[in-house]
């Protein structure tokens, strides 16, 4: 049974590009959550989706950041006009329902030049 | 809000001796869930062992095991026998009722020396 994939592993942007982060949840898991992991930090709730809902999204920066999981293919964390504070690992975890334990996928090392 | 502190940010032992990581959290909430994950040098994200703030009884998951005091709201992380393998950084997590996401405190970065 295949883990929580993400990818890519790692991304480098320059400023002002545009950063798109993918994860495919465990076979059987319809909830996703993002979590972001500045260096020497730990991780940070961001949102949390269902398939095509944003549950939660109180995490998430007001502005360039958005997320998507729909009801077909992999979430998607979009993030635009990157700046180089936006350098981080970022996340993903899933589980089969809510309140269920999160299984964390290998994150996606962003970094902005 | 809910907050997890992780007081000790590092620790070391020898290898094959015990050692205890220390979490405190704050919270209003009669039912959660706490969690322990490690991330090793890989960067990967694993959990280690999960507690339901309604058992009474510790969790243990092999030569890992919890002292979970819900009154003084603490949840620390024993680890027997320490192994090479277990030198990472230890998260301790909080799940809210309200919600599903989790709130992790700052880490203690874990050494087993041989």
């Known amino acids: 049974n295949a883990g929580v994939m993400q990818n890519p592993r790692h991304l480098v942007r320059r400023r002002g590009q545009e950063a798109r982060l993918r994860c495919s949840p465990m076979k059987g898991h319809s909830h996703v959550y993002w979590y972001r992991q500045l260096p020497e930090e730990g991780l940070k709730f961001m949102v949390y989706l269902q398939k095509e809902n944003i549950i939660d999204e109180s995490g998430m920066p007001k502005e360039r950041f958005s997320a998507e999981f729909p009801k077909e293919g992999p979430s998607i964390l979009r993030i635009q006009q990157v700046v180089r504070g936006d350098s981080a690992a970022y996340f993903c975890a899933s589980s089969p329902m809510m309140r269920e334990t999160q299984y964390f996928g290998p994150g996606t090392r962003l970094l902005v030049l | 809000a809910q907050t997890v502190t992780q007081s000790q940010p590092e620790m070391s032992v020898q290898e094959a001796e015990t050692v205890t990581l220390s979490c405190t959290y704050d919270t209003s909430e009669s039912n959660y869930y706490l969690f322990w994950y490690k991330q090793p040098p890989s960067r990967q994200m694993i959990l280690v062992i999960r507690?339901?703030?309604?058992?009474?009884q510790n969790a243990t998951e092999n030569r890992f095991s919890v002292n979970f005091q819900k009154a003084a709201k603490s949840f620390s992380l024993k680890i027997s026998d320490s192994q090479l393998g277990d030198t990472a950084m230890y998260f301790c997590?909080?799940?809210?009722?309200?919600?599903?996401?989790?709130?992790f405190g700052e880490g203690t970065q874990l050494t087993v020396n041989p």
């Open positions: 997590a909080f799940d809210e009722t309200s919600g599903s996401r989790l709130t």
């Open positions: 507690q339901e703030a309604y058992k009474q």
